[in-house]
């Protein structure tokens, strides 16, 4: 599962996010948590984003059966 994160997300704090990474690292789930410094929760996802290309190249990954990197355990 990847996890992108906007370091200024006023709707999902990024505390919040970070707890939730954590816990399902816990559970055994392989997480890829990306934090961006300075985006917020649109910025994350608007244009010149540097999650757009990767978020693209992650995708391509599954989709070619490729294994997921995991970033447990998460650390603050």
Known sequence: MLIAQG????????AVQRAYA???CAAGNRIDYRTY???DHNGIVGDGSPLLPQLLAWTA???QGRPAAGTC????
């Open 7 to 14: 370091g200024s997300d006023p709707l999902v704090l990024p």
């Open 22 to 24: 954590r816990t399902a």
């Open 37 to 39: 410094p300075g985006l």
């Open 61 to 63: 990954d599954r989709f």
């Open 73 to 76: 355990p998460i650390r603050s």
